[in-house]
C-alpha cells in the first residue's frame, strides 16, 4: 500500500456513541461504536466465574460471571479450565469456580461468550495461558501470522527472548510485526503480557467469586491496536482525554496523533460521518458502474444480491456480468468489513455461463477477502450457484452497535 492509499483512524462523538473508524479516501473501511458503561462485561475482561449448570448434549457449561450475567462456554474447553476452589481433573460440574474470558458479546437471544482459554493481545504479540500445546504436551515454540513475510516469520520463530516466553505460554507474533527492523519493541511488549499473564494466573485464586481480574482496554483502543498500521498514517481524535491515552498507549506514535480542535467544524461533519453511517445502515450499496447490491442481515445468515441496476449493457453480455460481478466482489468484502458481517454469508452473483469466468470470480473474491483483518473465506458455489462466504464472528455487526 503506498503513502496516498493510507487512511486515518478518526476517533469522535456521533449519535450519542463513541466510533472508531477507518476511513481513507473519505469511504469507511472498517468501524466501531462504543457504548460507555463500565459496568458492563467487555470482549477480553477476565473473571472468576461459578458454574451454574452443565448442558451435555448441546455441550456447554453455563457460567455466572457476575450477578445475573450468565454465560456460554465450550464443554470442549474444560480440561484447559483453572479451577479456584479445587484442583481440576479435566472435567467440570456444578459449583466449580475458575477463571474465564468474554470472548464474544450478546447477539440477539444468544448470551455471552466465554472462554477457559486466557489470552493478552497487544499490537505486536499474543500471549496465551493455553495448557495443551501439542499431543505430547509440549510448547509449539513461537507462532507467527500466515500473513507475516517468510523473512520476519524465520526471525521470530529463532529470538531467544520470545521461544523462553513460548516455553511457559502460547505466544503469537502478529502482522503488525512485520519488517520492524528493530524487534526490541516486540521483545518488550512479549515480556510484559507473559508478566501480565503469570500475575493474573498467580492471584487469581486468592480472589472472590465473580471478581475482574483483567478489564480490557477501552474499544477505541482495541480498535486501534487491531488495525494493521499499514494501512493509516494518522489518528485523529477532538475528544482530549482520548488524545491524551493515545499518546500515552503504546499503540500509537506520538507523532501520529492529532488533536482536532476546530469548533467552527467538527470533526464529524468535516469528513461526512452522518452520511457514511447512513450509508452502512441502509441494505443498498450503489456500485460505480451503475448496478448495486442488496445486503439483507437475518439471524442465521446475510444474503446479498447483485443487480445490474443502471449499468449499460453492451452486445457481449458474459463480458458484462464478469466485470459487474468482480466491482461487486470487491465492494462485498468492503460491506462485511465495514458492516462487520459474520458468519454464514450467501451471494447471488450474476449468472454467468463461461466456468473460466466462475472461476475468475472465485479467485477474485479470495483476495478481496485475503485484505480482511478478521478470517473471512469462500467456501463454494452451491448448486444454484449461490456464492457461500464466511466470515469469523468477533463482535456485533454495526447495525446491532449502533441500535443498541
Not at 449519535?15 to 473508524?21: C, E, V, Y
Not at 504436551?137 to 526471525?155: C, D, I, P, Q, Y
Not at 486468592?206 to 494493521?228: A, D, G, I, Q, W
Amino acid at each position: 500500500m503506498t503513502e496516498n492509499d493510507k487512511g486515518k483512524i478518526l476517533i469522535l462523538e456521533c449519535r450519542n456513541k463513541l466510533l472508531s473508524m477507518l476511513i481513507r479516501h473519505n469511504h469507511i473501511i472498517e468501524i466501531r461504536a462504543e457504548k460507555n458503561a463500565e459496568t458492563t462485561a467487555r470482549l477480553g475482561d477476565i473473571y472468576i466465574g461459578r458454574v451454574q449448570n452443565i448442558s451435555s448434549n448441546i455441550g456447554a457449561a453455563f457460567v455466572e460471571i457476575q450477578k445475573g450475567v450468565t454465560a456460554f462456554l465450550p464443554l470442549a474447553e474444560a480440561p484447559e479450565a483453572i479451577l479456584t476452589n479445587r484442583k481440576p481433573d479435566g472435567r467440570l460440574k456444578a459449583g466449580d469456580e475458575l477463571l474465564i474470558q468474554v470472548v464474544r458479546e450478546p447477539v440477539k437471544t444468544k448470551q455471552i461468550g466465554i472462554s477457559a482459554v486466557l489470552s493478552l493481545p497487544g499490537s505486536y504479540v499474543a500471549v496465551e495461558n493455553r495448557q495443551k500445546f501439542s499431543p505430547n504436551n509440549k510448547a509449539e515454540g513461537v507462532r507467527t501470522s500466515s500473513k507475516m513475510s517468510s523473512r520476519f516469520r524465520h526471525l521470530y520463530k529463532n529470538l531467544e527472548p520470545l521461544r523462553q516466553i513460548a516455553g511457559r505460554y502460547a505466544l503469537i507474533v502478529r502482522t503488525n510485526a512485520d519488517g520492524m527492523e528493530d524487534v526490541s519493541p516486540v521483545i518488550s511488549e512479549a515480556e510484559m503480557l507473559a508478566a501480565q499473564m503469570t500475575h493474573i494466573l498467580t492471584f487469581g485464586d486468592k480472589r472472590v467469586c465473580f471478581s475482574c481480574l483483567h478489564r480490557s482496554e477501552p474499544e477505541y483502543l482495541s480498535f486501534v491496536k487491531n488495525c494493521y498500521q499499514s494501512e493509516y498514517d494518522e489518528i485523529v481524535t477532538d475528544r482530549k482525554d482520548i488524545y491524551e491515552a493515545l499518546l500515552a498507549s503504546e499503540y500509537a506514535r506520538p507523532d501520529g496523533v492529532r488533536f482536532y480542535e476546530d469548533a467552527m467544524l467538527p470533526l464529524y461533519k468535516l469528513y461526512s460521518v452522518e452520511t457514511r453511517i447512513q450509508e452502512l445502515l441502509s441494505p443498498k450499496v450503489w456500485l460505480k458502474s451503475g448496478a448495486y447490491l442488496v445486503i439483507e442481515h437475518t439471524e442465521a445468515l446475510t444474503a446479498i444480491d447483485v443487480n445490474t441496476g443502471k449499468y449499460e449493457s453492451g452486445k457481449e453480455k458474459e463480458a458484462t456480468y464478469l466485470k459487474i460481478n468482480l466491482e461487486a466482489a470487491g465492494a462485498i468484502a468492503e460491506a462485511l468489513r465495514a458492516r462487520n458481517l459474520s458468519g454464514m454469508i450467501l451471494v447471488d452473483f450474476i449468472n454467468m455461463k463461461k466456468k473460466e469466468h466462475i472461476s475468475q470470480l472465485t479467485d477474485a473474491m479470495r483476495a478481496f477477502l485475503a485484505k480482511d483483518s478478521v478470517p473471512a473465506y469462500v467456501v463454494d458455489i452451491t448448486g444454484l450457484g449461490l456464492m457461500e462466504i464466511t466470515r469469523k464472528k468477533k463482535s456485533r455487526t454495526f447495525a446491532e452497535q449502533m441500535a443498541e
